[in-house]
């Protein structure tokens, strides 16, 4: 009996997500025994009919939910909502009474970093953002923690005092439920006071209340703990000669001792994220002697190699997946070609294949679980459409509708995208994410290429707000994973090293010569579209190739690269940052957009928020008053509240709507 109770279950499951699935890409059943149709002769095919063009708040729109967290019991939600066209942090029932809803408005000045659950009733909020501090010349980046309580809907700053840098680096989460965990802070932003390395603090998050359980180390700007919550590692660091080293106690033992010491610009230190209870043991993400990344158990008293905990045959771990108690390896990432999530939990794995079974061509993403792994919060989506989030009883195979992502869009289907491979010039392979306009014949296409941001970042096969807009517009668009993008290997990583502004640029390039050679752009219709690094190759593609392009728009783009690389907020790491970026480029100057504007004939668009915390306003200020003075076309739109992700609707808004009127100038799709 019990056997065919769960059977009918997971055929229920089934049914639903493929009933839903079907209604959103608008396909019928059909009889697998229809009789032959009669030979006739084929029609011409007819003229296909452009899709109509949706309103531009229909792509404004904010996401319902970001990145849904579910709590330890599985009865709430927590995460970054869109209300009323802005994001709020927002902790609700998953199902019933909504009017327990607690709702904060993200700080001014500020973007949130991360949400976490403490306990069933208690979550806790990265910020960090751009301030002035008293002594410093230019400002910080600084990091603090929030504690938001479900039931008495209290928000407590923790840490309040904290004066220094970085007050959010949490440690522990007690997997108990009570209301303490371990969070590392600096006291001060002085070298020379009592203070500035971080201490540890077990802070409860209901009240405030903390105490000291270890004290700073000089040299000492990280800390690690085990998941009993034992403060077991440090991690020094010297800005001078960019050295790390890592310090360790064994289980019981007072005193840290040395057990590595690296030089960064070689190599990194191999930094435990899992012990194993009892022993000296711990999981580190390591290259073996193949010079592949696995997960390695390691002896760290000794630094022996105990076992290979993972390893993958056609990549290299990225990260880890653990447990809400942080006892258990749930699941890794990869990079490379393929798969690139792996669960290795057989009961998560299972649940992923049910799910995977059910939906047929889409993504279906679990973002989060309860504290047993029982109960999960997924996404179901896919490149032409954001999607739906549902809560997933594992044990029940119990299936509900939590939201649609995006109320306007619901479960309409747009623009078709797919990943493509092209040769770059030297012959190296570059993947990319091709968006074709609906309802258009993939033929002398007007062409937006949208290199990403970052640069070590890239571009997935899922959707993509700007590139559906864009493609509703009538434009085809490429997203070139160029090279020193990451997710393709540590040897394609590295291939971007002192190409920044040359290979990097040719594979953008070539991504476009690629498509008129297959007949799909006119290359007379091409334009160059970015943000952030993006937004720099934007900028640099109209000096590097100025005949290539119609037109650019760069958004929260660097113009100076010489300015970037010395604008770190006052970090502790300022100079490793710095070498990391000349190992990108041999000559910023020389690279850098706004030192080359007498070589720009395109016509150029700036658009920037001035609560941008990331890439500073004035890049943009300073290119456009250069443009303007050299006698060039340019166009510069400045947000007053818009921040670098464009995280208010009303500042989505404006960015397409400046988008669509300047495309529609210097590049139409009609």
């Known amino acids: 009996k019990r056997f065919l109770v769960r059977r009918y279950c997971r055929y229920r ?9 079907r209604r959103m890409r608008g396909s019928g059943s059909q009889s697998a025994k229809s009789a032959k149709p009669p030979t006739v002769q084929k029609p011409a095919p007819k003229k296909q009919k452009p899709a109509a063009k949706l309103p531009v708040e229909t792509f404004a729109n904010l996401p319902f939910v970001d990145e849904a967290k579910l709590s330890p019991d599985g009865s709430h939600i927590a995460g970054i909502f869109g209300v009323k066209g802005e994001q709020r942090i927002v902790i609700t029932p998953r199902s019933g009474d909504r ?3 607690v709702m904060l408005a993200v700080p001014d000045l500020t973007e949130v970093s991360f949400v976490r659950w403490v306990n069933d009733d208690n979550i806790v909020m990265g910020v960090y953002g751009l301030v002035r501090v008293s002594g410093a010349d230019d400002p910080w980046y600084v990091s603090r923690l929030v504690g938001i309580n479900r039931i008495t809907k209290k928000v407590i700053k ?44 077990r802070i409860n998050v209901s009240t405030g209340k903390k105490r000291r359980i270890v004290s700073e ?25 960019q050295t790390s080293r890592l310090y360790y106690r064994r289980e019981g033992a007072k005193s840290f001792r040395t057990i590595e ?9 191999k930094v435990p994220f899992l012990f194993v209870p009892g022993t000296d043991n711990a999981y580190i993400i390591k290259d073996n002697a193949e010079g592949k990344t696995v997960i390695a158990e390691v002896n760290l008293a000794t630094q022996q190699d105990v076992r290979t905990v993972y390893e993958h045959k056609d990549g290299d771990v990225t990260s880890a997946i653990l447990s809400f108690d942080g006892t258990k390896l749930l699941g890794v990432r990869t990079d490379g070609k393929g798969k690139k999530l792996h669960w290795l939990d057989p009961a998560v794995a299972k649940a992923q294949d049910d799910l995977n079974t059910a939906v047929k061509n889409a993504n ?40 649609d992502v995006n109320g306007v869009i619901k479960n309409k289907r747009l623009a078709k995208a797919k990943k493509i491979q092209y040769d770059a010039r030297d012959g190296l392979e570059i993947e990319g ?16 290429v949208m290199p990403h941001g970052g640069p070590w ?48 640029q040719d594979d953008i390039t070539d991504g476009v010569s690629w498509a008129v050679k297959k007949g799909i752009a006119d290359p007379k219709r091409v334009c160059i579209v970015g943000a952030s690094y993006g937004g720099y190759a934007a900028m640099w593609g109209i000096v590097k190739d100025p005949d290539q392009y119609r037109c650019s728009i760069s958004i929260a783009g660097v113009s100076s690269l010489r300015k970037e690389v010395n604008d770190f907020g006052g970090s502790i790491r300022r100079k490793l940052y710095r070498n990391q970026w000349r190992e990108m480029t041999p000559n910023f100057k020389a690279v850098s957009p706004i030192n080359s504007i007498d070589k720009i004939k395109t016509p150029l668009l700036l658009i920037h928020g001035k609560k941008d915390v990331t890439v500073d306003h004035s890049q943009s200020v300073k290119m456009s008053k250069a443009m303007a003075k050299a006698g060039k076309p340019v166009e510069f739109v400045s947000i007053p509240l818009a921040d670098h992700h464009f995280t208010r609707q009303e500042d989505r808004l404006t960015l397409l709507k400046s988008i669509e009127a300047f495309l529609e100038k210097h590049n139409p799709a009609d």
């Open 457 to 504: 970042a890239h571009d997935r096969l899922r959707y993509d707000y700007w590139a559906q807009f864009l493609a509703n517009r009538g434009y085809a668009v490429l997203q070139p994973n160029f090279r020193g993008s990451t997710g393709y290997g540590k040897e394609f990583l590295e291939a971007g090293k002192g190409q920044m502004g040359f290979a990097m």
């Open 99 to 101: 009017s327990q809803t």
């Open 13 to 21: 499951l089934f049914y639903l997500l493929r009933l839903r699935w």
């Open 364 to 403: 279906v993403r679990i973002e989060s679980f309860s504290r047993d792994q029982s109960k999960m919060m997924v996404r179901i989506s896919s490149p032409d459409n954001p999607g739906l989030i549902y809560y997933y009883d594992a044990k029940s195979q119990g299936l509900a509708k939590f939201t």
């Open 433 to 448: 994410i091709l968006t074709l306009p609906k309802g258009r014949l993939a033929k002398d296409l007007p062409f937006i």
């Open 158 to 201: 923790l840490l309040p005092k904290a004066g220094g840098q970085n007050a959010s680096d949490i440690l522990h989460i007690t997997p108990d439920g009570s209301d303490e965990i371990l969070v590392a802070a600096q006291d001060t932003i002085y070298s020379n006071r009592e203070g500035f390395y971080p201490s540890v603090y």
């Open 261 to 269: 010491s690296v030089d960064l610009n070689d190599g990194n230190l």
């Open 217 to 241: 180390k000089v040299g000492v700007l990280d800390w690690g703990a085990d998941s009993s919550g034992t403060v077991r590692y440090g991690i020094s660091y010297q800005d001078r000669n």
